[in-house]
């Protein structure tokens, strides 16, 4: 592994270790002494990658940010229509921040105003609901009696909702609760021609069904220690 293969692993590991000790204790009381230990290495090094704790948390969050574009860009590319790409799309944000500490810490740190962070994920994600509005209307896939920013509007309160709710109690990120959604909107939505073709659970999920509350651990400690051990090993 070349140098700046290494300094690349190293610079993913502090930010994915940042992560989650920004969702631990907040940016407030986060140290960068945690930070650096748990992606194994020394506050040097952290140092070397990043100025100061501000540069670490915009660097998760445009980790977030740049995922979020990706996973859209992705979904789109597959899916034969904009309406399905939305609910599809909204299932696999509700995914990554399940299971991705670095999309819930983006969130997180860019929303919840406990420092000005850009980009405002909220924001993007609100973007790219209208974009796929936008392209279902011009493709006449959207009812005619519904305006595209009340469409927008409700599917962005209830995912960030959802979100919001989600760091208490991972229920809320479940695919069950955001299909219920989707199973609700979806008529008022779409053209009656349109509805029977679009998949509320979304066309890559497995059918949900209600079930037991999801484990409410933090998702990623398991994942950075495994990523600072990799480091480490590399380093010496």
Not at 11 to 35: M, N, T
Not at 146 to 160: G, M, P, S, W
Request: charged residues 25%.
């Amino acid at each position: 592994m070349t140098k700046q293969e290494r300094a690349t692993r190293t610079r993913q590991a502090l930010i994915r270790s940042a992560a989650v000790v920004f969702e631990q204790h907040g940016y407030a009381q986060a140290r960068l002494v945690l930070i650096s230990s748990g992606a194994g290495v020394s506050t040097g090094a952290l140092h070397f990658h990043f100025e100061n704790k501000a540069a670490v948390a915009e660097a998760v969050v445009a980790e977030a940010s740049r995922g979020l574009r990706d996973m859209s860009a992705t979904i789109r590319r597959r899916t034969d229509t904009a309406l399905q790409a939305l609910v599809d799309t909204s299932h696999a944000l509700v995914e990554r921040l399940r299971g991705d500490p670095v999309s819930r810490a983006g969130f997180r740190l860019s929303c919840d105003g406990e420092r000005a962070a850009a980009p405002d994920l909220r924001m993007e994600w609100h973007h790219r609901v209208r974009e796929l509005l936008d392209e279902a209307a011009a493709a006449g896939t959207l009812a005619d009696d519904i305006t595209r920013e009340d469409a927008a509007a409700a599917t962005v309160a209830v995912t960030a909702g959802f979100e919001v709710l989600g760091r208490h109690d991972a229920e809320w990120l479940s695919p069950y609760r955001l299909t219920g959604f989707w199973q609700l909107l979806l008529p008022r939505l779409a053209t009656p021609e349109t509805l029977v073709r679009v998949d509320p659970s979304g066309t890559a999920m497995v059918p949900p069904a209600r079930g037991p509350a999801l484990a409410g651990r933090v998702v990623g400690e398991a994942d950075v220690s495994a990523e600072a051990t990799a480091v480490a090993a590399e380093a010496n």
